[in-house]
């Protein structure tokens, strides 16, 4: 019985991303951040169910790969396909023309880079055995918080700069295919998994939480947006230590 209870916790993951995609194609961007959000939260769960019951299976790790992609690769991108929608809208004053309509296609194509480099990156996960204590790439998780942190940041503090970016098509399209590309990269960023306590050895660790806790101290719920930059950032510097 105990063998299925990761197996479980992954399909909660999944059924959470659907659900957050369901809410993103209606516009409801909030709750399907949140929604992603507790999709992490299954994910890590699954994984320390995983090793607390000694519960690993070939079944699970696959099913925790395709439940990510949904999650983290999917449902982003229809949030970033939504503001980009949105913004795009905003900014037309007349009827649509030819040009128009090619800026609806490149609307549609550029959230769509999100999903494939999420399935690369989590199909080359799976066959690297060296990204135990570091990562090669973005991870999945991280790219859906550098999306849903936007969102919520904007929502729950309403700062007319975070509305700004959001709403600009530019800013939107470069924060995607930058995203996209650091998942399927070869940078070296620090895994958030730890043996033990000591600084010895998590140094970027420790000196990513001290600069989220001092945005957070300073910006408020504006800093949820620099959570990802600050984890590439401390984990360059750890690089150098």
Known sequence: MKKHI???ITSLN???????IIFAAAGELVT????????MIFDFFDGFSARFLKAYSDLGKELDSL??????????AVIIYNLLSNSVSANLQHQPDASDKMGFVIMLIIPSI???????????????????????GLP?????????????AGHYSESSFIDSLTGSPV????????????????????????SDLKFKGNEGRYLMVFLIAAAFGILGVN??????PVYIISSMVAGYL
């Open 114 to 136: 999100m999903p494939v480099c999420a399935a690369l990156r989590l199909a080359i996960f799976n066959l690297d055995t060296n990204q135990t204590t570091s990562f090669k």
């Open 67 to 76: 439940a990510d992609i949904v999650s983290f690769g999917v449902a982003p």
């Open 171 to 194: 800013f939107m399209t470069f924060l995607t295919i930058t995203l996209s590309l650091l998942m399927i990269s070869r940078i070296s960023l620090i895994s958030l998994k730890i």
């Open 140 to 152: 999945t998780p991280a790219n859906s918080i550098a999306v849903i942190s936007l969102v919520v």
């Open 6 to 8: 990761p197996n479980f």
């Open 14 to 20: 999944l059924v959470s991303g659907f659900i957050a």
């Open 223 to 228: 800093a949820a947006a620099l959570i990802i």
């Open 32 to 39: 399907a951040s949140w929604l992603i959000a507790a999709a």
